[in-house]
């Protein structure tokens, strides 16, 4: 039984492009945004943190 020989089209090609560069801006900005709420997050911590031991800094004069 002989093999057929596969050739993708260039609607082919550009179709599955597409899709690689959709996942990749997919991934890379969905690790920026938790990158970026994970900056945030420790921002409001610090702040949190920080009013807290100016309060307990404040309390004891």
């Not at 492009?17 to 938790?34: I, P, Q, S, T, W």
């Not at 921002?43 to 309390?59: D, N, P």
Request: aromatic share 10%; no cysteine.
């Amino acid at each position: 039984m002989p093999e057929e020989e596969r050739k993708l089209t260039d609607a082919d090609i550009d179709a599955i492009v597409d899709r690689f560069e959709n996942k990749v801006a997919e991934r890379f900005y969905g690790d920026l945004g938790r990158g970026v709420w994970g900056v945030v997050w420790k921002a409001i911590v610090a702040i949190i943190v920080g009013i807290a031991a100016y309060g307990s800094l404040k309390g004891m004069k």
